[in-house]
């Protein structure tokens, strides 16, 4: 089967620049932050009301109705509601497998955030901490959470499989990113100590999670593992018979391909996905089997803005005069959503970042280019090809 899917990212992992709305009347920059800036009863009824209507049976409708046949599903640690003050999700989670059922869409469950956080990221769940490897507790939490998981959606028949942590950083990406100063830690103290996460660390941590996870996981169902933004690291990993059905995730954004250098023109953005993203997923498919489990078509240059300083989903785009045409950006996007489809055809399959965002990119000139995050807009823009 091949994965043509994607993510329903801020549903019940939240992301400040996706939903603004929610974070009204607080400072707070990421998820931790939120309820204690909040009355307890507004807190619950904010976060409430946003999972009932940010995705629903509709949606799943929708999605089938682009051609697509699964969904990536970020969910966070403290799902199963045993870690006040925030509120579980399992509920949800499981209408979600309702729904997929009805439509024929399969499930990749993703643990998109873990105690402690695997990577300092605001999606992560804190801005600026990453220590969740260095506190055993917190890794021990987190393989019961996933043998959990395990057990209650194993044998269901739209589960597709589970991704053990997402997106853990390892050195390489947490000095390219500037990780504390892109994303600000609010507690200086909690912060201190934050470290990448070591890759004999995550190997280590992702056998153990296999043979754990597996005692509930039918072999039929895929256990995906994320390079840690190191793709080639791992072509001896888990070539023991030992381990089956193991999925490599790979994350590919142009605006990181833009960090180590990609031109920012269209050209550039093509030529950067032929000579290194078919190459290198060719390579590791040798390997394992591969997804590119987030990407999109969003890059600088289609914002079309003068701006100062660089762009990301946290700091958002600086107002100003849009330089590209309605018919200059769907060119661009055309471009670079078939060449990166093509990238992923080297693997077994991807997930789009993401679903929706809640922006208002019209009016709000903030947001000019932003369309590009939001699939549904880019499928009715005619950025994004819809197989029927």
């Not at 200086?188 to 597996?214: K, T």
């Not at 200059?328 to 077994?348: F, T």
Request: hydrophobic fraction near 40%.
């Amino acid at each position: 089967m091949y994965i043509n899917g994607v993510n329903l990212g801020n549903w019940l992992v939240l992301e400040k620049w996706m939903s603004p709305g929610l974070f009204e009347g607080t400072t707070a920059e990421d998820e931790y932050y939120l309820p204690t800036q909040l009355s307890k009863e507004v807190y619950e009824a904010r976060i409430k009301i946003h999972r009932h209507e940010y995705i629903t049976e509709r949606d799943f409708a929708t999605i089938r109705s682009f051609g697509m046949n699964a969904v990536r599903i970020p969910i966070p640690y403290f799902i199963m509601g045993d870690c006040p003050p925030f509120i579980g999700c399992v509920e949800e989670l499981d209408k979600a497998f309702g729904w997929a059922e009805k439509y024929e869409l399969k499930v990749l469950i993703d643990l998109h955030t873990v105690p402690g956080s695997q990577n300092g990221f605001d999606n992560g769940g804190i801005s600026g901490v990453c220590k969740w490897a260095q506190q055993p507790e917190s890794v021990e939490f987190t393989l019961q959470l996933l043998e959990k998981l395990s057990e209650r959606y194993g044998t269901h028949s739209s589960l597709w499989g589970i991704e053990i942590v997402n997106e853990p950083i390892t050195e390489k990406t947490w000095k390219a990113m500037d990780v504390q100063k892109r994303y600000k830690p609010v507690d200086a103290e909690m912060a201190a100590g934050s470290a990448p996460v070591s890759l004999d660390f995550l190997r280590g941590f992702y056998v153990e999670a296999y043979r754990r996870m597996r005692r509930y996981l039918p072999e039929d169902k895929v256990i995906v593992i994320h390079d840690g933004f190191e793709l080639k690291v791992w072509k001896d990993f888990m070539r023991e018979t030992e381990f089956k059905n193991v999925v490599l995730d790979t994350h590919q954004y142009l605006m990181m391909a833009e960090v180590y250098g990609c031109e920012q023109s269209p050209e550039g953005y093509v030529k950067y996905v032929q000579e290194y993203l078919f190459k290198d997923i060719e390579e590791m498919a040798e390997y394992f089997p591969m997804i590119c489990g987030e990407w999109s078509l969003f890059n600088s240059y289609g914002v079309g803005v003068d701006t100062a300083g660089g762009l990301s989903p946290v700091n958002g785009v600086k107002s100003g005069e849009d330089r590209l045409s309605a018919a200059s950006r769907k060119e661009l996007y055309s471009q670079v959503a078939k060449v990166q489809l093509e990238a992923w055809k080297k693997g077994i399959g991807h997930f789009y970042w993401n679903y929706k965002l809640l922006l208002d990119t019209v009016n709000e000139p903030g947001w000019i280019g932003w369309d590009s995050w939001d699939l549904g807009k880019c499928v009715s823009l005619g950025w994004f090809p819809v197989e029927s």
